[in-house]
């Protein structure tokens, strides 16, 4: 009897516009012996859920989306009871980089790393390497 | 914390024909307390030995509870305990210690036990129901007169609890069934004899289950109870140490003018490390991986078998 | 807030400053010490909690039960260490607290949300000195999950929270070097149920505050450019972190205080070991270091007061 591995099995998300990116992949994979599932987004937070919480011990979750609503599903996986590193995310190279104004928490999206001000507080801020993955900035 | 209490044999119950339960108690100290799935270490004529808790650790106020199965060895711990042991007793105890925790961002706990393996989980589901949480039990036994607790566990968690009372072969079977259908966030634990421990664990290894969701209650030595002399070439300083039996490396090598940071002392820091290039060295440390032991040691605590080299930074 | 002499951890033992894990057993295991600036240090995290209270407060709901288990232990702690100041009763499942130095109580039912109108490592903060960090002991690592943080050396609690170790200390230099941050993780990983280990940390810092978070950084940061030859012995502390690190048996995670204690360089040289001590270490920081601790701006006047003192005294290295 032949048993699919869990850790080779990945419940892929993905938007509309990443779809042929992420079915490109898929193909890779499956000749890599991994078995996917590919969800196309939006889909509503019930139905993730549900579907995470049904995926086998061991399995992986991608996610192919712009940053809000991969966000979401990151979210939901984590509490489905994924580890932070079973969890994907595509990281496109032309989306802004999130700054966390370390004066009043807000997250600014700007495309340098020079120095900026904060569209919150005004405050002027040279930006560190120091990332969290709470706060995906 | 002390290093160990002296408590009182308050009540002795006979569980099952082989089957006994102990409740210690103090009545002049206050007893620490424990997580479910911690054990305590009772200093027996016959050395130290290990019994896991069974006291729900939210309800405890200053008691240790044990339940021992006696193995039959006239020489065993488990004997002394059935045989020599008596309510009003005193023995003397360690302090609890936990290898076996509950790993409470679990979104579902999966127990497997066999015999009297079931110790450490009867702590942890009286645990996980007083805080609401989602669990099972899968408990392989010879025989409903073997099995502790029968009745309470059917009143309790009647919607939890699955016995494995037949024949071996459809033991397996049923025990593959449900190990492949589990889902993420959950956890799975074992307890029991080797053999049933390492299937369950193959078997998760073989569904590509990782490592970190399977967790295994396996009491290991905590000290050497006879260290015994060893020699050391310290191979970069191009000098040979005699390690004798009551002191550790690190002393030794103190005092023989090479010093290397040191912090914990037990074992479980790592500051100590010092790199292994020949002989045999018994680790007692819980700090370093399988792979690191192969050519590293930890001086304050683990030693060397007759004659070893290792080298200083 | 300065403390008396007598009760500042120095931290240096050796002359120069090297990354180790510097631990030691505490035995018995306290997680909260007392010192004479109690009601002092007390008033101003309370007034920082009220302005701040977002700042100074976070938590994760899977922090719960280790935060009730928190507040239990703390004020065991007291009432058991400091009868005279303290008093904590048990009554079934309802507890009361009693600080007579506030002249105030806490009544709670264990484990019972309705019964208490704080989070309760939020009312355990309001009765120590320390700020208390809840690091959950995950199957993945561990991870900052719940804070009360009034006295913060340069970073901020919203930041960090939800973070993995590791993360946390990316901007410390040369952490990650042999893997250093890994083994310290896997140390506090194997720390035994109620045991409580002790580190000292040290930093410099410009006039005697406390509350140097990241977040007000603009209004504390710029003093560094302030030192002149003249008032660095005023002007600089000498910043002392007490971090224990203790595991909670009930829920396995790890509960970890910090009591910060700042001693002025006029003070600190009094003593002929620590000022000796102080300038070597000080002399053989590197670069790197130096600006993480954030004494490269006034590395020069603060060394020249050093020497200046030490020949004064007519002591030689």
Redesign the interface.
Known sequence: MTEFQNNKRILIFSDQSYLLQANEKVRELTEEGYQCEVVSMPVSSNKAEQLLAQQPLGSLVWIYSEEDSAQAIEYAARNAGFSKNEIWINKSSEQNTRIFCSQCHHINEISSAEMFECERCHIKLDPSNHYSIYHKS | MEDFYEVKVQEIKQLTPTIKSFTFISENTELPSFGAGSHITLHLPMGMRQYSLINNPLDMINEYEIAVKKTGHLESGSTYLHEDIYEGDVVKVSPPDNYFPLQMEGKHHVFFAAGIGITPFWSMMSYLRSLGESFELHYAVSGQDACPFYNEMNERYANQVTYYLMDRDSKTKKLKERLRELKVGTHVYICGPQSYMDFIVTYCRELGYPKKYIHEERFKARKLEHPTRFKVTIVNEKKTIQVNSNQSLLEALHDAGITIPSACRQGICGSCEVKVCNGEVLHNDTFLTANEKTDKMLTCVSRGKGHISIAVE | MSVKAEQFPFPFTEDRYAY??????Q???RSVTMTDRYLEEIQLKRELLQANHQRCFRSLP?SL?SQWEAMRRIFNELAENEPEHFSFEKRGNEYRFQNLLLGEEERFKY?DLSSIERQPLDIAGRHVQEDLIIM?????GLFLEAGQLCFPSNW?L???????FK?IH??VPGITHKDFIG?VE??IS??????A?ERKNWSMTISNKLDTP?????NWGKLRLQVTDENVGELVHLRVEVQRLLRL????DILFTIHTYLLSLNDLIRNDLWLKRLYTTIQFLSDDIAEYKGIALYKNELMQFLEKTLSEKGISL
């Open positions: 180790s894990n510097n631990s030691s057993l035995k018995p295991a899977l039960e484990r959950g002991d995950r199957h993945d901020s919203t930041f960090v929270l939800g973070m993995d993360s990316t901007p083994k896997r140390f194997r720390i035994r149920q109620n045991e280990w990241l977040e007000t950084y603009a048996p009930l829920t396995n």
